[in-house]
């Protein structure tokens, strides 16, 4: 079965890394020019495994670019895979291989379609998610379902454990699916338009800001949303950006929204709009230990100015 894999994230690389390890072969791989950088937080660069296992590495701005086409259709796949990458394909890539074009959305499709499904899924408080394999089309993450398995999201759980998550059961998804398709048994299940639920719209760093007048478990969950790999929540110390990566909530303390209650070692005590939020983990100034930020004579500052 020859395969042509897309991808341009830590998510894809490890699906990659897990076929190829297992003796699936790749024709090529496709990934991002590094100037997708500033574009994409959890960007993965494919130089080094893509030369280890001796294929073919091909960094694109636009998968759809007329070189990469003629590419595709030279090779003439059984299977292409689109796996963490954010670039809808066109009919001409769509129609070129036999067994069809793969994608993968990190959601229950079709309850929930669109943009930063990671995020949006904490922001929501989902009590579980689904990392769904389909058959790209030319529709939005609406094409017919290869796959789809749930898994569980606690209070606990951050856009880090998530993202763990979603990339473990992938690989198994993948390997698992891979025999599937070779032996021509992969199913193609319709997506049923009357379970969708609503459709995400796409995130940008500026999303992460804090406003101090929301609920501590509302900046809570922002931190827990927006923590590694993504940008971070963020606010602003002494006119300089504060990224806040880490935090837990207190519900029985009303205080003032963004002044700084307390000092410790290891955390801060912020006000909010409800409660107490307790900082434990942040970056400022290229600095990340909380002793070496503030003192005691903080105490009072607002936060957010």
Do not use: C
């Given at each position: 079965m020859k395969i042509i894999f897309i991808g341009g994230v830590k998510f894809s690389h490890e699906l990659l890394s897990a076929i190829l390890s297992n003796g699936w072969d790749v024709s090529i791989v496709f990934s991002y020019e590094d100037s997708k950088e500033k574009y994409y937080s959890d960007i993965a660069s494919f130089a080094n495994l893509t030369k280890r296992y001796g294929i073919k590495h091909v960094q694109v701005d636009n998968i759809n670019d007329s070189e990469n086409i003629k590419i595709l259709q030279e090779i003439n796949p059984d299977l292409i895979l689109v796996m963490g990458w954010s670039q809808l394909l066109t009919n001409e890539i769509i129609k070129i291989p036999k067994l069809g074009v793969i994608g993968s959305h990190p959601t229950e499709l079709p309850k929930y379609r669109g943009r930063a499904p990671l995020p949006w899924t904490i922001i929501k408080n989902l009590k579980e998610s689904a990392l769904t394999f389909f058959y790209i089309d030319e529709g939005i993450d609406d094409g017919d379902i290869l796959?789809?398995?749930?898994?569980?999201?606690?209070?606990?759980?951050?856009?880090?454990?998530?993202?763990?998550?979603?990339?473990?059961?992938?690989?198994?998804?993948?390997?698992?699916?891979?025999?599937?398709?070779?032996?021509?048994?992969?199913?193609?299940?319709?997506?049923?338009?009357?379970?969708?639920?609503?459709?995400?719209?796409?995130?940008?760093?500026?999303?992460?800001?804090?406003?101090?007048?929301?609920?501590?478990?509302?900046?809570?969950?922002?931190?827990?949303?927006?923590?590694?790999?993504?940008?971070?929540?963020?606010?602003?110390?002494?006119?300089?950006?504060?990224?806040?990566?880490k935090s837990e909530f207190l519900n029985n303390t009303n205080s003032n929204p963004g002044i700084i209650k307390e000092i410790n070692n290891d955390n801060i005590l912020v006000g909010t709009g409800k409660g107490i939020l307790k900082i434990l983990k942040i970056s400022y100034q290229d600095e990340c230990e909380l002793d070496k930020i503030f003192s005691t004579s903080n105490i009072g500052t607002k936060l957010g100015s």
């Open positions: 796959d789809q398995r749930k898994f569980d999201i606690s209070k606990k759980d951050d856009a880090t454990s998530i993202y763990k998550k979603m990339t473990n059961l992938g690989k198994e998804m993948l390997l698992d699916n891979l025999l599937i398709l070779k032996d021509g048994k992969g199913i193609r299940k319709k997506q049923n338009q009357n379970e969708f639920i609503e459709n995400w719209p796409k995130r940008t760093m500026e999303d992460g800001k804090i406003n101090w007048n929301d609920s501590a478990e509302e900046i809570h969950n922002l931190v827990r949303a927006t923590t590694h790999p993504y940008p971070g929540a963020f606010t602003k110390f002494k006119n300089q950006k504060l990224i806040i990566w």
